[in-house]
């Protein structure tokens, strides 16, 4: 069976994903605006709320760089200014969001070790074992 992410949550299992509606705010922006898109995911936002939004940051030129270094070609989305503007749109929803949402800016600019060793910092408070 196919189960979500509160099944688990309610039998004890912890959720980590890689997307979640604060995401949709981003890149949902370009086409309605903010507070209609932060409107249309207000059910999810208040049925199943993270515990804590980790925005992992990087300039635009990294995005490019990292694109370029692991793949063949771009997509259709994948270019300086689509990018520009998602890393902007972040930017208002996180400050949209900041009363309401538990959300940590990273610098993604750092090595993966650092951005993972600050990550469990944030987590380990939050997840009993």
Same mark, same amino acid.
């Given at each position: ?19 979640? /509606? ?26 199943? !709320?993270? *515990?804590?939004?980790? /925005? ?8 490019? !760089?990292?694109?370029? @270094? @692991? ?7 994948? @270019? ?8 902007? @749109? ?22 993966? *070790? ?16």
């Amino acid at each position: 069976p196919n189960y979500g992410m509160l099944h688990y949550l309610t039998n004890g299992h912890h959720v980590v994903c890689d997307r979640y /509606y604060i995401s949709s705010y981003a890149y949902h922006v370009p086409h309605v605006s903010l507070p209609w898109v932060i409107e249309a995911n207000s059910i999810a936002a208040s049925l199943l !709320k993270a *515990d804590i939004t980790f /925005y992992i940051d990087i300039s635009v030129e990294t995005s490019l !760089k990292r694109i370029a @270094n @692991n793949r063949n070609s771009f997509d259709l989305y994948e @270019n300086k200014e689509r990018i520009e503007l998602v890393r902007s @749109n972040y930017y208002n929803a996180i400050e949209a969001s900041k009363d309401s949402e538990n959300i940590v800016i990273i610098d993604g600019e750092k090595s993966m *070790d650092i951005v993972f060793e600050e990550i469990v910092g944030y987590v380990s408070g939050l997840i009993s074992t």
